[in-house]
Each structure stands twice: as structure tokens, then as C-alpha cells.
């Protein structure tokens, strides 16, 4: 067939698939509940083929190509309904995923809670250290902020009720800020992940010994140990990731390191989903809870033993399917 | 004529990428540079947005400091992500480049890719003004940055549509002797393009051919016209 025939016999039929690109991409009619959109894609393909076979003009090419590929772009995105997928996610997925990274998130976990036990131990024990690592000003606040006589803890001690806000909204920039640097850094070997979990625990630890000498003590602990167990366990699981990450740079098997590397993000990436909702119960518990004087430590304590064992307990234990008896 | 035999291939940023349907798509991945104005364009406009929110926001006490909070980390955090994923793979710094990201297949960017490219920005940037990304996507072929290689995704242009050429409408006058497929292509092309070129232009091109077929040099367009006219046929 002669190329002008060609184009006088399909010249409409490209038009209008044009048209329903143009619709497609603004949004107007998903691609998904036009029964036409196949069809007429698959034909323009055909036709891109067959004008490609008989060498017509690279005009009539670029123009067919072009036109495949938007219709390439729309018919083939995969954007799942999130509503579903998040509830199953949290219940079966992320658990799921977590276990099947144990070892990662073992040696992060050990790092970031060894480190805090065994600063925190030291500074317990030689009192003066805990001035080598942090300024001498930042402790006394730290001291000063959890004291008993204050109905507020943590931040910004003397705060009203409508700073609780405050507190949420700097709690969740701040540390999912933290966890994302965390993961990050994975890319360095795993060396990135490593640093910013130990360095977090030194810093933790610190506080933490610091405190348990003075009055601020039963304030502090009380304090920390609600949302801790979401907190905590994020950065751990943020640094699992990002270990991820780096072990596949560094063993990446049969695989190409390029391959490994995006293998492994994708596996990661639903860590990063689960810190971030960890993140934001953390700063929930943070700012409404943790923070709130009138609470006895001993119901604080209670609940954050509760909520330590509800953590560890989903992380172990949900999304596992019961065994056939 | 050039020595006899098969050119090696142009050097190329050129991707093809076989569909399902069994066509090549053809992917033309952007460089550094248009990318790193893209993405100043996108920090512009997020600093003018942060800075209008701050100035409304601020006086508000602390409800407005708190939203404030917020809004610097959804802004700086998700801009990326949500633009990428609900606008066809283009920020609005990636659309006035006429950039759009998209997988390394060509298919549309989704979340989970999106948020990995955005995070390990991060490490990008390390050690200091985005010298491991700048490093990284100078030596990639398809100029990605480390964020890039883990998500597997890809920063290519997004053409223009080619417009619509018309066929001359002359009276169709065979070839006197027979040409090769691509000699045919490349007089065709000729024919489409001499719209775009300056008069001066093509009948200098034209004039090429003028000996072979036998015509003066100011007829010869007129004539490779004619010949066109009988290769693609009657409309």
C-alpha cells in the first residue's frame, strides 16, 4: 500500500485516538472505563509496525511512535485502589516483611539498643562522662525540661494545651526527618544506617544515664517508654532497610549489583511504608500522652509496658497464616 | 559517496524499549543539566510557596506555628512524590524542562518508586551539593542518579507532537531510473520537510540530484516532487 493511502485510510481513526488521549491524560476519562482504549491501541500499534516494515517517511513514524507511546503510558500504570491495600498491608504485609528481613533488623536492633544500654550504663556508672558527648548547657536542660514540678514533659516544658499540637507537628517532622536519613544512608554500604543508629543511641544513651541520677529520673523514664516502642522500633526498622540496601551493594549474589540494588529497594521501601505509620503513632502517643503530667508514672508505665508487648507481639506474630492441623 | 558498507551505529542516548505489542518505544533519557534546572525550578517554587504559608501562617500562635511544621514537611517531603505519581511523572519544574519521569520499562511511575527516588535523594546529595548524583549521572549511559538505579526509574523528554506534514499536490511523474528503499526514504523526507527549510535551502538540496535526473537545478524540486507524488500513490 502507498504511504499517502495509508495515512487517507487511518487518518481518522488516529485522530480520535488522539482525542481519547488527550481525555485519558487530563484526568477526565480513566483509561480503565473506556472499552475502546484497547482495541484502538493495539491497532495504532500494528499500524506503527506495519509503517515501520515498509520504510514510510520518518514523519508518519515519529507521529505513530509519539501517539504509542502516551497510549503506552496510560493503559500501562498500575496504581492499585490504596484503601484496600493499606489495611491488609498493615496487618499481613508489613509484619510479613519484617520477619523476612529478620537478620537485618537484628543487627540494627542490636546496634541501636546496645549502644543506648551500654552508654547509658557507662554514664549511670561514671557520671562525668555524659559531659564528653553532650554540652554541659543541653544537659542541664534536658535535666530542667523532665523535672517532677512541671505538668508538661519533654519540649518546651511550661506549654499550654494548644502546644500540644505544636509538639505533634515538630515530633513527626523531626523524626521521620531522622528515619529517612537513616535509610538513606543505607546506600553507603550499610555504613550510613550503622552511624546514624549508633549515633542515635549514644545520644539516647546519654540522656538517659544523665538523668536516671537526679530527680528528673522517674519523670523521664515514665516519659519515654510509650511512645519509645514505637519510636524505637522505627528507627530500628528504618536502619534494617537501609542495611538492606547496603548488603545488596556489597553481596549481591547472581544478581548484577545494579539488579540487587533495585531488588532490594522495593523489599525495603515497605519497611519505609511501616516506619512512617510507626512514626506517626510515635508522635500521637508523643504529644497527647507521654507528655502529660497528671498521668501517674505507674499508669504510664503499665501502658508502656502494654504497648511494648502489643509491638513486639504484631511484629512476631500477625499476618502469620494458621497451619492446617 | 561515503566508503561502501554498514555505518557503525550513532553515538546515541537513544532507548528502545520492546512493548508487549511488539513495538520498540523509543525513550530519550534528559542530562544533568536540564534536570538540575528542573529541579532548581521546583525549589524556587517551593520556597515561595513555604514562604507566603510562613508569612500567613505564622502570626496565627501556635496552632499556626504547628500547621506551619506541617506544611514544611509535607512540602518538602511529598511535593516530589505526590507531583510524580498524580501528574503523569512531571513536577512542575520537570514539565516546563518538558521532562517526565517515568520506569525503566516506560511505564508510569507509582508510588513505592517514587518515594524510593525521593528518599535517597539524601544520599544523592551526600557528600555535598549532589556531588554523588551529579558523579553518578555523568557516568550512567542513561544519566541516572543513585536514586535512580535503586528505583529503577528514568528522567527522559517528553517530545512535542510531531505536527502534520501535507504531500505536495503535483502530478504524479515516475522515477526515470530505480532508486534503493532508504534513497526513496530520503527523497520522501525531502519532500515533507521543504515546508520547514528556507526556499534557498531546497533548491540547493535539490540541486544534488538535478545532473542525475536530467533536469536544470531550479526544476529539480519540482521534478523530486513529481516522483514523490508517485510513490505514496493518489490519497
Known sequence: MKQRQFEAS?????????????????????VEHAQTFGPAYRRLCSHLALAQERQYTSHLIDRLQHLALRGHQQLYRHQPKPSAQLAHFLWVGFPRQVRAKGVFVLLAAATLSGTLALVAGLVYAYPELAYSVLPAGQLASIEQMYSPAHSHLGRAADRQASADWVMFCFYVMNNIGIAFQTFASGLLVGLGSLFYLFYNGLQIGVVAGHVSHSAAGLPFWSFVIGHGAFELTAIT???????????????????????????????AVQLVYGVVVFLLVAALLEAYWSAKGSITPATKFAVGAALWAGVLAYLLLAGRTPRAA | MLATGPHPPPVDTLMLVETPEGIDLPLRPAGLVPRALAFTVDLAIRGVVLLLLALLLHPQGDMGVGALLLAIFLVNGWYMVLFEVLHQGRTPGKQLLGLRVVLDDGTPIGWSASLLRNLLRAADMLPLGYALGITSSLLHPAFKRVGDLAAGTLVVYQDAPPPVLRWPEVAPAPAPFALAASEQRALLELVQRQANLAPARVEELAALLAPALGVPAQQAMARINGIARAWVGPA
Open chain 1, 10 to 30: 487511518h487518518q481518522r481513526a488516529w485522530a480520535a485516538f488522539e482525542a481519547q488521549l488527550g481525555q485519558a491524560e487530563r484526568a477526565k476519562a480513566p
Open chain 1, 237 to 267: 526498622l528504618a536502619g534494617a532497610a537501609g542495611l538492606q540496601l547496603g548488603w545488596a551493594l556489597i553481596a549481591p549474589g547472581p544478581l548484577s549489583r545494579g539488579q540487587a540494588l533495585r531488588q532490594a529497594a522495593k523489599a
